[in-house]
């Protein structure tokens, strides 16, 4: 049983380029949850999403967007990179267990290094 | 999400058992206390859940206090890559995780 995969694995990126990072969650599960984790800091929750659309967002500003598609695999976009948008990129999949709960479960994670 | 404390740091001896403490008093019924754990550069690593019952699974176990104002998770015998960042996370559904500091642990040989 294949768990949650992201891609790519690591990235560099320009001040001011554009970046799509990509989540397969792990079989059976429907929501995709994703995180931000700056060096040295713990994860921040950007956005969660399942049924294809948006339902609970952090304090992440718009240049933050993302989707899910009908197989339940995401994307996140990030518009105009900053400097500071340099992170591990977070994904967790999560479906509702036989113990009527979200057990949440991360990928290996992408490293984004913006210059 | 009700807020937790866990303690910065923590050494074990390898072969020993690994207790971690979380206080959680202000959690609701519905909330659950999940513990995970990440080594560095790594993603975050589900260890274990629970609501009131204490619980068991192949890494850990996970004892509730019957207040559930707190809980402890045990490592019964930690090994040197069991060293890592161990988190403490109550929530309830679908809702975000929200990662405090947690505990750094470090297996002594």
């Known amino acids: 049983d294949a768990g949650v995969t992201q891609s790519p694995t690591h990235l560099i990126k320009t001040r001011g380029q554009q970046v799509t990072l990509r989540c397969s969650p792990k079989s059976g599960h429907d929501t995709v949850s994703w995180y931000q984790q700056a060096l040295g800091q713990g994860p921040q929750f950007i956005f969660q999403?399942?049924?294809?659309?948006?339902?609970q967002r952090g304090n992440f500003p718009d240049r933050f967007s993302g989707h899910q598609f009908p197989n339940y695999s995401s994307e996140l976009n990030v518009n105009a990179l900053l400097l500071g948008d340099s992170a591990l990129y977070l994904c967790?999949?999560?479906?509702?267990?036989?113990?009527?709960?979200?057990?949440?479960?991360f990928g290996p994670g992408t490293r984004l290094t913006v210059t | 999400d009700a807020k937790t404390t866990q303690p910065p740091s923590m050494d074990c001896a390898e072969g020993r058992a690994a207790n971690l403490p979380c206080n959680h008093s202000?959690?609701?019924?519905?909330?659950?206390v999940y513990w995970y754990r990440q080594i560095h550069s790594q993603g975050p690593q589900y260890i274990i859940h629970g609501l009131k019952n204490n619980e068991t699974n192949e890494m850990a176990s996970l004892i509730i206090t019957e207040d559930r104002k707190s809980s402890t998770l045990i490592l019964p015998h930690a090994t040197l890559r069991d060293t890592a960042v161990y988190y403490c996370i109550v929530t309830a559904g679908r809702r975000a995780l929200t990662f405090g500091s947690g505990t750094r642990l470090q297996v002594q040989p």
């Open positions: 999403y399942y049924e294809e659309e948006e339902r």
């Open positions: 967790a999949s999560s479906g509702l267990s036989g113990r009527s709960s979200y057990e949440q479960y």
């Open positions: 202000t959690i609701s019924g519905n909330e659950y």
